[in-house]
């Protein structure tokens, strides 16, 4: 394994990849995110028509026989499928030589909020109505968690840290933010990290409708998703995966890596509140910007950039500007803060890891994407949330947020680089 370093190594995003239902791809989750697009529609993959909500984001032009041998893909539930892919892009994106990426040097922290949902609802199925020895082999392996790290350790002979995590929609951040300790640290050179998550299920989506969490907007799909607007009314499920490679500046540097930020912080708490609902004064939310903000060293006015957890519903919204209000002080007025989930939905423990590789993008092109479907100002959430148009502006340090169910909560801090 690498050495521990007394000093704090710098760490950096060298690779994206993204797979929402917006677009296979950086380029494309990009161009979508600038036109303010939204992915969220009928949901098309079962009867909906007992569900209060009908509809989410789907993603409609995966083939994951572009990145699975075939033979492979039915061995695995649609949310690995969905992680190799990513990784895939990540990996490709980076420009990495692949013998870079065998052996110690290279780990590998992929998590999922919910893991195989899909397969254990059609498991169950058949074990009902065939019997006991119609349960597929491979159904195990198809469900767990680890499998996504597992099969994309496997693919690249990363022979590092391999674990994941279920931490609710702060998943994918917290894989992000330990993944970049163990780098920082000395533990390894690099690491493919992210979330991913394939939730659209008739079990699933029964469970959030009854938990009173997501929008009935279903005659305007599209404009179901409209964080920090007043006439929010829950948020949008939806899937997919995002995924970063992480690499140690200094290996980065010596390879010619094009670099999409650094990053500097990283927080964790809980609200040690309530199991579904936030602290009623954004107090958990509050904590952890503040932590992620003396990790990374950064003055709160010197965030020009707040990709928001912004995630539609009454609650969230309206704690987390009480959140940052509190963080930031007049400062917040001066603030860009958008919430992405306004187009992609919310991809739950995906959801930090795509919104992280959005935060790194948006410094790269130092573009802020918007917040689509703000239309009715709720005073009660009364900073700019970048709406309905994207907006070019100097970013040299942004801050993503992610929030979860159990009161889990993360947040990253990231940099343009400056060598």
């Not at 499928?81 to 490709?92: F, S, T, V």
């Not at 058949?126 to 693919?155: D, Y």
């Not at 305007?220 to 490679?245: H, N, T, W, Y």
């Amino acid at each position: 394994m690498g050495v521990y370093y007394n000093q704090k190594r710098r760490v950096v995003i060298t690779g994206i990849g993204i797979v929402t239902p917006l677009g296979v791809g950086k380029e494309a989750n990009w161009k979508a995110l600038l036109e303010g697009r939204s992915a969220i529609s009928h949901i098309s993959r079962f009867d909906t028509s007992r569900f209060s909500t009908r509809i989410a984001g789907e993603i409609k032009n995966f083939d994951a026989q572009q990145f699975i041998d075939r033979k492979e893909v039915r061995k695995m539930d649609l949310f690995i499928q969905y992680a190799i892919a990513a990784a895939q892009l990540a990996i490709e994106d980076s420009e990495i030589a692949l013998d870079k990426l065998e052996g110690e040097q290279t780990g590998v922290y992929i998590g999922s909020g919910i893991g195989g949902i899909g397969s254990i609802e059609e498991t169950h199925r058949i074990l009902m109505e065939k019997g006991p020895e119609r349960v597929s082999p491979f159904f195990i392996i198809q469900t767990i968690i680890n499998e996504a790290p597992a099969h994309i350790s496997i693919k690249y002979k990363a022979r590092g840290p391999n674990l994941s995590n279920a931490t609710a929609c702060s998943t994918g951040a917290h894989a992000i933010g330990e993944a970049f300790r163990m780098i920082q640290s000395g533990i390894v050179d690099r690491m493919i990290a992210g979330g991913a998550e394939a939730p659209i299920t008739p079990l699933s989506l029964a469970g959030f409708c009854n938990m009173k969490a997501l929008s009935e907007r279903n005659d305007e799909p599209e404009k179901a998703s409209r964080p920090f607007d007043a006439q929010r009314d829950g948020f949008v499920m939806s899937e997919g995966a995002g995924i970063v490679l992480l690499e140690d500046l200094e290996s980065a540097l010596s390879r010619g890596a094009k670099i999409y930020a650094e990053i500097v912080g990283y927080g964790l708490n809980g609200d040690a509140y309530h199991v579904t609902a936030p602290s009623p004064d954004g107090e958990g939310a509050a904590r952890v910007m503040r932590m992620a903000l003396r990790d990374a060293g950064v003055l709160p006015e010197e965030i020009q950039y707040v990709n928001a957890h912004g995630t539609s519903t009454p609650y969230n919204d309206k704690t987390e500007t009480m959140a940052i209000k509190a963080v930031f002080g007049q400062h917040a007025r001066r603030l860009a803060v958008s919430s992405t989930k306004s187009m992609t939905g919310h991809l739950l423990g995906a959801a930090g890891g795509v919104e992280t590789a959005i935060t790194a993008l948006s410094i790269f092109h130092q573009l802020m994407p918007p917040t689509i479907n703000y239309e009715y100002p709720d005073p009660d959430c009364d900073l700019d949330y970048v709406p309905n148009e994207p907006r070019p502006g100097e970013i040299i340090h942004a801050m993503t947020n992610s929030f979860g169910f159990g009161g889990t909560n993360a947040c990253l801090i990231l940099k343009k680089l400056e060598q």
